[in-house]
């Protein structure tokens, strides 16, 4: 990838990072690469589920740094952005610290499912209990091990169940450095997104630590567009806090999103949009219809506001209420 030179403007994260870093009772020291897997429970077949985690520490000072993916077992893009990096040995940083995580949802990638088996999810189980859920106990022991120390966090998503995303940055953009992370990262989109109850970044920003989330493509389908947007997005964030010496330049300008809706369907049957993910559209725009399966009902849908494609509902049955398209402006 072809090197770019970015000002790196003064941020918010520490230069002093800890000595030693404790995770899963494994002392990692600075300059050290380590592997620990954190044991959540068994199955019932008695199989232990572990949760992979691979620490990268630079002998110099700076900050400590998440790449976090799987939160939901079925968003593979997200997994498959953090696997190349370790892959490619992308994330041994030049100061501080690099904590990855490829999968946190080990239930959920093992069964095709965004739940655990429980059909909790776990972001939506944050800080977790010790003694809840299993869902809780997979957020709780997160927290406890690993939260602890990071700074900043890059928590990459996948559009829902036959739901594309197109590639897109959601964060609070008033709160802390996200704003500035964000752009550094340039994704195509950045959309200010209010916090979730029971969320990691809702979480974490109680205690100063910022989260990013990146969202591509749909759930159990890679999206080769948006993995390697991914990848090039995290090495300019790694770049911008001095941790890489180099960086993909962005080959488009961020769109800087304040507000959002999804249209929903008002009838049941099938669904056909005339838009694409990404394409920017007018207010009153016909962007798709619903007819019924026997051509005796066609429903004209209209835009409800200018903005962008942001996310787009590829199943063509449909029910009354279900998201067809989300538009972002």
Known sequence: MEGLAVKRPKNAFRSNMPETIVINGKTIDRGEKVLTKISISKLP??????????????VHDGPVVLLMAGMHGDEVNGIEIVRRM??????????????????????GF????????????????????RDGSLASRVAHRFMKEVMPYVDFGIDFHTGGSSRSNY???RCMLDHGQNQVMAQAFAAPFILNSPFRQGSLRKEAAKTGKSILVYETGESLRFDEKGINLGIEGTCRVLHHLGMM?????PTEHSIICTKDVWLRAKNAGLWRSYVKLGEP?????????????YGEMEVRLNAPSGGYVIGLNNMPVVNQGDALLHISF
């Open 167 to 169: 590639p897109q940055i």
């Open 86 to 107: 370790l892959a490619k040995k992308m994330l041994y940083p030049l100061k501080g610290t690099i904590i990855a995580v490829p999968v946190l949802n080990i239930y």
């Open 110 to 129: 093992l069964n095709f499912s965004r739940e655990v088996p429980d059909g909790k999810d776990v972001n939506r189980s944050f800080p977790g209990n």
């Open 281 to 293: 559209i007018k207010k009153n725009q016909h962007i798709g219809s619903i007819t019924d399966p």
């Open 45 to 58: 077949s008695g199989t232990v589920i572990e949760i992979p985690v691979y620490v990268f520490r630079s």
């Open 245 to 249: 010496a180099a960086c993909p330049a």
